[in-house]
């Protein structure tokens, strides 16, 4: 059984556009923490949400934690090139972090 | 401003042969970690420690033994190399992570190992 998942597992879209990408569960988490990997690097950290409900933004990036704590969502607007790289959610379950497979993006000029 | 450094970058072994990863780190953490990543797989956990001398295991141990001498220092090593062990293997830091801590984790760049 999968713990976490998250879709798309890959997306190609033009520089301009809009998109969500999903983190969902079925367990509840205390917080959850999105990072963003380039080609050839280690994750870096985007944001940490902690309370059900909670959205931050980050420029053009939204992210928000389900009411439930089960899920997470992240919002690129007018998408540009420098957004290209796999987006991984990482949630917080018994003091671990559980990692997703991650949504590989590429925004195309 | 170095952060995590992993050494090798790179590295090709045969089945049987052995070998030792090198994570360092400069900004004094307590936590650190060594990740697998595979394709379609994300992050998988192999071993980690909470402070200079203690380690733990992690979701995928098997095959693999650490070593935390030194603050600074976590060593990743491969007994007897397996394909099944061909992967990118990540180091990462941070501040303690137990509790309601949501301090965030601090990754070296990776070590590509090929096992043939």
């Known amino acids: 059984t999968q713990l976490l998942e998250q879709s798309p597992q890959f997306l190609s879209i033009q520089e301009g556009e809009n998109l969500t990408v999903y983190c969902n569960s079925s367990s509840v988490f205390s917080s959850l923490q999105w990072y963003r990997q380039e080609p050839g690097e280690g994750p870096v950290l985007l944001v940490t949400?902690?309370?059900g409900g909670e959205v931050k933004k980050l420029k053009r990036l939204t992210f928000q934690f389900g009411d439930a704590r089960k899920d997470s969502s992240l919002h690129i607007t007018a998408a540009q090139p420098g957004d290209t790289g796999l987006y991984l959610c990482?949630?917080?379950?018994?003091?671990?972090?559980?990692w997703g497979a991650g949504t590989k993006l590429i925004i195309k000029p | 401003n170095a952060g995590v450094t992993q050494t090798p970058k790179f590295r090709v072994l045969k089945t049987g042969q052995s070998m030792t990863l090198l994570c360092a780190q400069d900004?004094?953490?307590?936590?650190m970690y060594w990740y697998r990543q595979d394709p379609g797989m994300g992050l998988r956990l192999i071993h980690y420690s909470v402070g200079e001398g203690t380690t733990a295991k992690g979701e995928v141990p098997d095959g693999y033994n650490v070593s935390r001498l030194k603050k600074q220092n976590f060593l990743l090593g491969l007994e007897s190399a397996a394909p099944s062990q061909t992967s990118v293997y990540f180091c990462a830091s941070s501040y303690p992570a137990g509790g309601y801590s949501n301090q965030p984790q601090h990754f070296g760049d990776g070590t590509r190992l090929s096992i043939l």
């Open positions: 900004m004094n953490h307590e936590y």
């Open positions: 990482a949630p917080r379950l018994n003091y671990q972090l559980i």
């Open positions: 949400v902690v309370t």
